[in-house]
């Protein structure tokens, strides 16, 4: 006889957190206790896969270290739930408001829980960061984007795995897949949630490398789903500086002598071009979402 499929899978990537990871494993355990836990172990170097194994986890050891979004994308494949949680093995994460993401997947597709200001996050660099984020994120979905970075989430398993290939192997993928969601028309909710200190241990992630890979990934993804967001704006700014480079010909110049600069005429071209452009690759991308429920198998 085989035991009932759990509702309920929660994931945990989890990279030299040895020390940690079954504090972690036991507090979820704490609250939710049918739930099934999963510890993707990213090919550490200490007892991080003994010691979630030891707390009652299912563990999946790595046998290379690929990073945090590939061992998030190897839970959600093996999870069984249809209701997925992503918290992180650090201790940053109260797993006591995992009930409250659950509870509005009644209603959302997704549910991030986003920290509640400046003071939850590690330094007045760090926030900068995540808040310039934010707006490009708010801007080019046409959606309120609070946290884009938080990797602690509750969402629909089937949903996921319609966007898991486009997920990044290493840290952008909790804003990869917000973006991706909110793009395909998916709901999104931002839970206010507490954000403590590490329990040890020091983060693995560089601000300026992945500050830029992160702009890259979100201008990426708007690419893939809207891309008018990015390319009307761009031949906005052609056309302004074709315009700006005649009217500083036209006011500089012997009225007899005006002519067309070809700046002007090189910057107006490009504006076509690139308009032109990004009127295509919109209808590809509206394309390629409607064919997609279609290919599911």
Do not use: C
């Not at 693995?204 to 979100?218: C, D, E, H």
């Not at 009217?247 to 490009?270: E, K, Y």
């Amino acid at each position: 006889m085989t035991s009932a499929e759990p509702t309920v899978s929660v994931v945990i990537p989890a990279y030299n957190e040895g020390p940690r990871v079954g504090t972690v494993v036991a507090a979820v355990r704490a609250q939710l206790p049918d739930a099934e836990i999963i510890v993707v172990d990213d090919a550490s170097h200490d007892d991080t896969a003994a010691q979630a194994a030891q707390a009652g986890a299912r563990v999946i050891a790595r046998p290379h270290n690929l990073g945090n979004g590939a061992g998030v994308k190897t839970g959600i494949r093996a999870a069984r739930g249809a209701a997925v949680v992503v918290i992180d093995a650090d201790g940053q994460h109260d797993p006591a408001d995992i009930p409250r993401l659950l509870a509005q997947l009644e209603r959302y597709d997704m549910v991030i829980a986003a920290r509640p200001g400046r003071t939850s996050h590690e330094n007045l660099i760090r926030w900068l960061g995540n808040s310039v984020l934010n707006a490009l994120g708010t801007y080019l979905t046409g959606m309120p984007m609070r946290d884009l970075t938080s990797g602690f989430r509750a969402m629909r398993r089937s949903v996921m795995l319609e966007h898991l290939h486009l997920l990044p192997n290493q840290f952008g993928w909790p804003m990869t897949s917000a973006l991706a969601l909110a793009k395909a028309g998916h709901h999104i909710r931002f839970e206010t949630t507490t954000m403590r200190r590490r329990q040890g241990g020091h983060s693995t992630q560089k601000l300026f490398k992945n500050g830029v890979r992160n702009v890259l990934i979100m201008l990426r993804m708007i690419s893939l789903f809207a891309p008018l967001r990015i390319y009307f704006p761009a031949a906005l700014l052609m056309l302004g500086g074709s315009l700006a480079s005649f009217l500083t010909s036209f006011l500089l110049t012997d009225p007899g002598r005006v002519r067309v600069p070809n700046s002007a005429v090189g910057l107006f071209v490009g504006a076509v071009v690139v308009f032109m452009f990004g009127l295509l690759a919109e209808q590809i991308a509206a394309l390629r979402l409607q064919r997609a429920p279609h290919d599911e198998p």
